[in-house]
């Protein structure tokens, strides 16, 4: 038997992460010298914002690591999310610990800020220091949400990827402060925490997926149209059971494809594992996904993953509602077949702008009938006056709504709105299990 997957939960991590931060604030106290002069509290305050800069790079790294036990436990997006969140903050540490570090060495010497700066330059170390604060600040900018929706994914990914030149900027930086440089013991904990994040990053993000590539071959075998601008492609390839892939979870995909293989795009399995095929169901809303269609059978495929925790183990009620909003349907379908449950137990609403829209439609209705499971779609337009996911609505169609665990998953306003609305009729936040389809 295969071993349990092991999976770290949200708050396991957060704890984990949290008492880092204590541990590195312990650090800083311990070396901190109480004084009342002002460039040494200057010097002392930097001292602290840059330990916890550079703890903070390590952090935000490790959880864009791709570990399995981290993404299967915690949830890609939400990593994301917290990944996004968390930036802003080593961003902010690290700003300060440099306007700190200036003011400083400009109270100590009695020259301007300016030419603190020109002064500073010259030390061995802090030109390299401040050329990885400036790729930080660029991955910030790059990265705030006005300028993130006009930047095309890929320079925004490539812009990213100078996160690991200035993590290694600030760790040489950090090796030759004062913090470390006089004590052995913190600097060769520092080193093994970074040389840990990197070997993390390195095994899952470039071993994994190539190993993963040559063993499995994956190859297109069929693109099946599903409905207006949404395609089924399906692949096979040797050996995917030992991908361990769940229902609810999706892989990132480059098919190797004149047109394709330059990038990899997330998507949902809407099928279960079976007979060493893996299916995803996509629709057309940008150049690389218009291109799917096109894809013929024989097309290599690289998947890494799988990836996402909207699967069973999150379940904690006898009762089940699937909730889906447009092409959110793809996790939930491979849900819907695979979740243990009785007559009764499990009900799909799926909302859409019309009929003409919903994808999967007879193999929704196939299982609802073999599961004796009850499957609803919603259809209307969103600014219809009357909304199918109001309170009201929900408690009509799933009388004991509150009883049930719900999985959610479409566009984000449709998410927004229905975990409020499944709130508000009593279902708690906690047994709301959702996943966003943007990173
Ligand atoms: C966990 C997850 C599961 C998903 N599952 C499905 C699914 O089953 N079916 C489906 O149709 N769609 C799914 N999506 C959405 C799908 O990945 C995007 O629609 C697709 O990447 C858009 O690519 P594009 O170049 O055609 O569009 P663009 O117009 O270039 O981008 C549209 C949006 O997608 C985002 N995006 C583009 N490229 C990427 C990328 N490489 N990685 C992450 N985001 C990107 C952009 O930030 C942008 O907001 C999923 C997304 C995520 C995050």
């Known amino acids: 038997m295969p071993a349990p997957l092991l999976r770290t939960s949200p708050r396991a991590l957060l704890t984990g992460l949290a008492t880092g931060a204590v541990l590195v604030t312990t650090l800083w106290l311990v070396q901190a010298e109480p004084s009342g002069r002002l460039d040494v509290l200057f010097a002392t305050l930097a001292h602290l914002s840059g330990l916890l800069a550079g703890y903070g790079i390590?952090?935000?790294?490790?959880?864009?690591?791709?570990?399995?036990?981290?993404?299967?436990?915690?949830?890609?997006?939400?990593?994301?999310?917290?990944?996004?969140?968390?930036?802003?903050?080593?961003?902010?540490?690290?700003?300060?610990?440099?306007?700190?570090?200036?003011?400083?060495?400009?109270?100590?010497t009695g020259t301007d800020v300016i030419g603190a700066a020109v002064d500073l330059m010259g030390y061995p170390g802090l030109a390299t220091a401040a050329a990885g604060t400036a790729l930080l600040v660029a991955v910030g900018v790059t990265s705030a949400r006005a300028l993130r929706r006009r930047v095309?994914?890929?320079?925004?990914?490539?812009?990213?990827?100078?996160?690991?030149?200035?993590?290694?900027?600030?760790?040489?930086?950090?090796?030759?402060?004062?913090?470390?440089a006089g004590g052995p013991l913190a600097a060769w904990l520092w080193t093994l925490l970074h040389t840990t994040v990197g070997t993390l990053l390195i095994w899952y993000r470039l071993v994994v997926p190539v190993r993963q590539a040559l063993r499995h071959g994956l190859r297109v075998v069929e693109v099946r149209v599903e409905g207006p601008g949404v395609v089924s492609v399906v692949m096979q390839g040797l050996g995917l059971d030992a991908l361990r892939a769940e229902p609810g979870q999706f892989f990132r995909w480059r098919f190797l494809d004149r047109r394709l293989w330059?990038?990899?795009?997330?998507?949902?399995?809407?099928?279960?594992?079976?007979?060493?095929?893996?299916?995803?169901?996509?629709?057309?809303?940008?150049d690389h996904t218009r291109r799917i269609r096109r894809l013929r059978p024989g097309v290599r495929v690289l998947a890494t993953g799988p990836f996402g925790a909207l699967t069973a183990h999150r379940r904690t009620r006898r009762k089940v509602l699937l909730l889906a909003g447009g092409v959110g349907i793809t996790p939930l379908r491979a849900l819907f077949e695979t979740l243990p449950g009785d007559p009764g137990d499990l009900t799909l609403l799926y909302r859409a702008g019309s009929a003409a829209q919903l994808v999967l439609r007879e193999e929704l209705e196939a299982i609802a009938d073999a599961r004796g499971a009850a499957l609803h779609y919603l259809l209307g337009p969103s600014d219809d006056p009357f909304d199918p996911l109001a309170p009201r609505a929900l408690r009509n169609l799933v009388p004991d709504l509150a009883e049930h665990d719900v999985y959610l998953c479409g566009p984000p306003g449709m998410s927004r709105a229905a975990a409020a609305a499944l709130e508000r009729a009593g279902v708690p936040a906690a047994r709301i299990h959702s996943e966003q389809f943007t990173f």
């Open 58 to 108: 390590l952090a935000m790294l490790l959880l864009m690591a791709r570990v399995p036990a981290v993404e299967h436990g915690v949830g890609a997006d939400r990593l994301a999310r917290w990944h996004a969140l968390g930036g802003r903050y080593v961003l902010t540490l690290c700003c300060a610990h440099a306007v700190l570090a200036l003011c400083g060495y400009a109270a100590h």
């Open 152 to 180: 095309r994914h890929e320079t925004w990914r490539a812009t990213h990827l100078l996160t690991y030149v200035a993590a290694a900027l600030a760790f040489a930086h950090q090796l030759s402060g004062p913090d470390l």
């Open 262 to 286: 330059r990038t990899s795009l997330p998507f949902s399995l809407s099928a279960p594992v079976r007979d060493d095929t893996l299916r995803i169901t996509v629709k057309a809303c940008g």
